[in-house]
Nanobody, 124 residues
Framework: QVQLVESGGAVVQPGGSLRLSCVAS????????MGWFRQAPGKEREFVTR????????EYIDSVKGRFTISRDNAKNTVYLQMNSLKPEDTAVYYC?????????????????WGQGTQVTVSS
């Protein structure tokens, strides 16, 4: 059974950068769609980005386009989220997620495998 473990969350100043990592065990990610969600205090969890098999399709929510980049290293069974130009509204717990099926949109994607989350705080 695939398990996901995130790392890399931290406190960073506005305009700063962070790279989150998600390491998978119990299976290979090469056959999985990998993505990131986030949940801010008092808000519902929201889809952020996902990448399909062989990086054929990558999707981002509008608020992170041009600032965040998802990438995968199948040899290391790891997915990354590079976050640049961070804003206070990016503050949230970030969750790595995976599934074998795509969906029509990221907001309707319901991954079956989740990590435990890592906290990202953007504050001066």
């Amino acid at each position: 059974q695939v398990q996901l473990v995130e790392s890399g969350g931290a406190v960073v100043q506005p305009g700063g950068s962070l790279r989150l990592s998600c390491v998978a065990s119990g299976g290979t990610i090469s056959r999985l769609i990998m993505g990131w969600f986030r949940q801010a205090p008092g808000k519902e969890r929201e889809f952020v980005t996902r990448v399909a098999w062989a990086d054929s399709i990558i999707e981002y929510i509008d608020s992170v386009k041009g600032r965040f980049t998802i990438s995968r290293d199948n040899a290391k069974n790891t997915v990354y989220l590079q976050m640049n130009s961070l804003k206070p509204e990016d503050t949230a717990v970030y969750y790595c997620a995976a599934d074998w099926s795509w969906s029509i949109s990221g907001s309707r994607w319901s991954p079956r495998v989740w990590g435990q989350g890592t906290q990202v705080t953007v504050s001066s």
